[in-house]
């Protein structure tokens, strides 16, 4: 089979797993690693296609980082081996044999998609050409100048108005003194007329100017009318396009059985996000069912640069993203025994949330790692729940601050809606100490300084963050190396602002500190846990106004 591939390592002793891979949340089983370093071995010394991974400096081409995956399966006569593939296309659009082809190869010669692309790039062009004739630049010049020239006039004229206004007054005032009432009468009637003639004036020439601005606007109007008509013609083009090659894509699962992109997304208000499909995953598992070949496991790793905005590390292992892999997937894996799904499975059932202080109005307790401080959507155990169950009589909301799931440390509860609404009024206005331990999975140069990297979620991949200069929230952290050794880095984070995940991405962050913490599941690498400990804390009590601080230090 072309594209199913043999191990080089003799795998012949590896026990194989029981259950195929959850593919949201895993650890790669030993066999699919052995499969991953081959891939990794090929990638470094390959000369099959031109893809720039970033990690050749002397080249012009843009540098994009891509997701690779591999598949161990099994084949009729039950020998094992595997497929690779990556997600997208790479820059040179070739599509060599080492992979498995698209599930809809859309760039086939003479296909209605580089059909449509070529109409909707002619479209453009014709956009482009009207937006650089020099009659429309100079035209939009000129309307430019002209409207800038009217407001200036019209303002000058409003105030000449209002000064010939005052002066009237002031006239008026004068004549009242030293005229007769006859004479008075007179000349109040004249200034009644000269405020009719300023205002006939300012009305005429408003007139004049808009009949100007219209002739001018006329002529550019043609323009813009035949550059909007185009716009519309490539949307209208470019959204058929786009329907069409949904329907295209065409998916199989262990039965057999097909179904198309737009029934697995099945909303008609919502479409497919943009490369539903494309993914290395369904790649994978698409090819494994139409050639009858049995998923043992799978793992998707990460390889070249990282994109600006995620958290992408070389060679790093991820899990297959939640907007466009899990509704194929989960038709794909329609009747495959998979490992158990970790994200819904209560780690912190067994573990004592310990109380370190208590009076009459705040709590504070030092929360285990992988234990929600509110309840989620699947496990309802949390700091919340233990604590309103453990204080009945409690007001108000209980939570001040919240610590990631997989975060451990002090947190602050209140016991009455006064103290709540006292403290959290300290953390809203960052009168709040708050220190971090950190144990980084590598060396750093520096010894202290300060992230600001603006955060927002990613609503393709929750709950992962991005990096958004445009749309995602200040987010700011200052930071000290504590200590270094066998290329592992202690550091402190001082959170001036409290975002989502902001210590994590701000330490995994290329712009950042380009240095994970170490078990950090979601941009590093998973381990035993995340090694993230709020470790010190410092506020006013809302009762006394006495300063109090509480340390509680990491078990790493």
Not at 74 to 100: C, H, I, M, W
Not at 341 to 351: D, P, Y
């Amino acid at each position: 089979m072309l594209h199913l591939q043999n191990f080089k390592e003799d795998v012949s002793g590896f026990k194989l797993p029981e259950k195929f891979t959850f593919p949201f949340y895993y650890e790669p089983h030993d066999i699919a690693k052995i499969a991953v370093k081959e891939i990794q071995e090929y990638l470094e010394n390959q000369t099959d296609f031109e893809h720039n991974f970033g990690f050749n400096s002397n080249t012009k081409e843009l540098a994009i980082g891509k997701m690779f995956g591999v598949l161990v399966v099994k084949n009729r006569q039950n020998e094992l081996g595997y497929l690779a593939a990556f997600s997208g296309k790479l820059a040179d659009k070739s599509l060599p044999t080492k992979f498995v082809p698209p599930i809809f190869n859309m760039r086939t010669e003479g296909s209605f998609y580089i059909k449509g692309e070529k109409e909707i790039e002619e479209i453009g062009e014709k956009i482009s050409l009207l937006k650089k004739d020099k009659k429309y630049i100079s035209l939009k010049k000129s309307l430019k100048k002209l409207t800038k020239t009217i407001e200036d006039d019209l303002a000058f004229q409003r105030k000449k108005m209002k000064a010939s206004k005052l002066d009237r007054r002031y006239r008026k005032r004068n004549a009242k003194k030293e005229l007769n009432a006859e004479n008075y009468k007179t000349f109040s009637q004249e200034l009644v007329q000269e405020s009719f003639n300023d205002q006939f004036f300012y009305k005429e020439l408003v007139e004049y100017y808009e009949a100007k601005i219209e002739k001018n606007q006329q002529q550019l109007s043609d323009y813009e009318n035949r550059i909007q008509s185009l716009k519309k013609q490539r949307k209208k083009t470019s959204a058929v396009l786009q329907e069409t090659l949904f329907g295209k894509y065409q998916f199989l699962n262990k039965q057999k059985e097909e179904k198309a992109l737009l029934d697995i997304f099945n909303n008609p208000l919502i479409k497919p996000p943009a490369g539903a499909g494309d993914c290395s995953a369904p790649k994978l598992l698409q090819y494994a069912f139409q050639f009858n070949l049995t998923p043992i496991a799978m793992a998707e790793f990460w390889w070249g640069i990282s994109p600006n905005s995620e958290v992408r590390k070389h060679k790093n292992y991820y899990p297959a993203c939640q907007s466009r892999c899990k509704p194929i997937l989960t038709h794909m894996l329609k009747g495959v025994e998979m490992d158990t799904n970790l994200l819904i499975e209560n780690l912190a059932e067994q573990q004592e949330l310990e109380i370190i202080f208590e009076d009459d109005v705040i709590l504070v307790v030092n929360k285990p790692s992988e234990f929600l401080s509110v309840p989620g959507k699947e496990i309802k155990d949390s700091v919340y729940s233990r604590i309103r169950k453990q204080y009945p009589n409690a007001t108000g909301p209980l939570i001040v601050h919240r610590l990631d799931m997989s975060t451990s440390g002090i947190l602050v509860l209140t016991k009455t809606k006064e103290a709540n609404k006292i403290v959290q009024s300290q953390f809203i206005k960052r009168t709040i100490k708050k220190r971090y331990v950190a144990l980084l999975d590598g060396s750093l140069t520096e010894k202290n300084g300060v992230i600001n990297l603006p955060i927002r979620l990613d609503i393709d991949d929750r709950p992962r963050q991005l990096v958004d200069f445009t749309n995602g929230k200040p987010a700011e952290t200052k930071w000290t190396v504590v200590a270094q050794k066998d290329n592992k880095t202690r550091v402190h984070f001082f959170p001036i602002t409290g975002r989502t995940h902001q210590l994590r991405v701000h330490a995994a962050h290329k712009d950042g500190l380009n240095t994970p913490i170490i078990g950090d599941d979601l941009y590093g690498k998973k381990q035993d846990r995340l090694h993230l400990h709020a470790e010190y804390i410092e506020f006013e009590h809302p009762t006394t106004k006495e300063k109090m601080s509480f340390t509680v230090a990491p078990d790493f």
